[in-house]
């Protein structure tokens, strides 16, 4: 087999060949590489930056519950209560992702602006860069014609999704830490997201539970009457009295599903995008493209 005809791809490769091939096409491999990285670069110049916030969360219901968990289990064996299940961080993970949260947290200040109808962020003045086809800021109206929006304000399920995109959370395996980040155009709204999120959902718990434990009240009550057994009414009153100062500690605890450990912060710098490895990523797939072709072109020629 003569060296021309020898397979690239085969068990035996020519590197003489390689390299004069390669020598021969250079330029027609390196120039087009260089153009197409320069059009990426220019294109990520349009691109706005992402900050990014985190927080660190631990569970503080799983242990409020423990002490009466053996209680509450014995009253449900025996029909009274319904069963109690004491995990409940991934409960408190699952209520942040859903949209009735989403929606409450939009009704907070103006975050709804922030979340809905930003597009970018000025570092120099901290102003916030407004989408004009969603937010006229001049008379502060909401002007988005997108399908599914209502009297201007973009459809709720598209932002939920949107969101979510933006939104990641992560559960540490080995300790229960739940650790939150969230991303924006601006470092300090991203931040500010997640000062509210930690906010909302130990009120929307807290405010869950106490009714949850006001209606169990008065159910164990009525079963208190009905029950003509002394040691069942001496655990009932046991369950209710529990109940009264679970009340009493979700009312007087800020920090009531989780406990901040590490508090969201302003970031510094941007994660998002990645320009430097994006460019130096699309100059290689370029020229190994592009070698790879014209290698195949002129051995087969």
Do not use: C
């Amino acid at each position: 087999m003569s060296e021309k005809n020898t397979p690239f791809f085969g068990e035996e490769i020519n590197l003489k060949e390689f390299f004069r091939i390669f020598s021969k096409e250079k330029y027609k491999i390196i120039l087009p590489s260089l153009l197409i990285s320069l059009i990426i670069f220019v294109i990520l110049l349009f691109v706005k930056d992402v900050y990014r916030s985190s927080t660190i969360l631990a569970s503080t219901s799983d242990e409020s519950l423990s002490s009466s968990a053996q209680l509450l289990n014995n009253f449900s064996s025996l029909g009274l209560l319904p069963n109690y299940d004491s995990d409940r961080s991934q409960e408190g993970v699952a209520i942040i992702s859903s949209l009735d949260f989403f929606k409450n947290l939009l009704s907070i200040d103006d975050l709804k602006i922030k979340l809905l109808a930003t597009k970018g962020w000025i570092k120099e003045t901290n102003q916030l860069v407004f989408d004009g086809n969603i937010y006229n800021k001049s008379n502060n109206s909401w002007v988005s014609n997108e399908e599914y929006s209502l009297d201007g304000v973009p459809s709720i399920l598209e932002s939920h999704r949107e969101f979510i995109d933006k939104l990641r959370i992560r559960t540490n395996l080995s300790n229960g830490f739940i650790t939150i980040s969230f991303d924006h155009h601006s470092p300090f709204v991203a931040k500010e997201v997640l000062d509210n999120i930690i906010i909302l959902i130990n009120e929307i718990v807290r405010e869950n539970d106490i009714k949850k434990y006001e209606q169990t009240i008065e159910y164990l009550n009525q079963q208190a009457v009905n029950i003509s057994f002394s040691n069942v009414q001496v655990g009932i009153f046991e369950l209710i009295q529990n109940h009264i100062q679970k009340i009493a500690i979700a009312k007087s605890s800020d920090d009531y599903m989780f406990k901040v450990l590490s508090s969201p912060y302003v970031a510094e710098e941007y994660v998002q995008p990645k320009r430097i490895i994006l460019i130096f990523t699309s100059f290689l797939a370029s020229f190994f493209i592009l070698t790879v072709t014209f290698l195949i072109k002129n051995l087969k020629s």
